[in-house]
């Protein structure tokens, strides 16, 4: 989870629900993040084989389709992931794709 879920989802909920736990809260409203390189890694190359010709633009210097690759691992992960390591590992994957 983020500290952006964490701050705006999970204290109110801890607030309303004291007598649980910030874990067992965080399992039950779908917050915890994943930590799977080998799934993030089929995320990150599924989004990219989605759009080779935005793979062709960003190794042309457009440096702003990051964005949209982004945009699909994080929708195909249901938001389950860790963006910063996405976007290590998809400019990793891009440079030397």
Known sequence: MNNTAATQKLIPALIAQPDKGAEELA????????ANDD?????VDQALAKFPD???AYQNGRKGVIGL?????????KGKIDPK?????LVEKLNTT
Do not use: D, P, T
């Not at 399992?27 to 994943?34: A, D, G, P, S, T």
């Not at 690759?69 to 992960?77: D, L, N, V, W």
């Not at 390591?85 to 590992?89: V, W």
């Open 69 to 77: 690759f982004m945009g699909e691992i994080m929708k195909a992960s």
């Open 39 to 43: 799934w993030l890694g089929e995320l």
């Open 85 to 89: 390591e996405a976007n290590k590992l």
């Open 27 to 34: 399992q039950e409203m779908n917050l915890i993040m994943v």
């Open 54 to 56: 935005k793979v062709k």
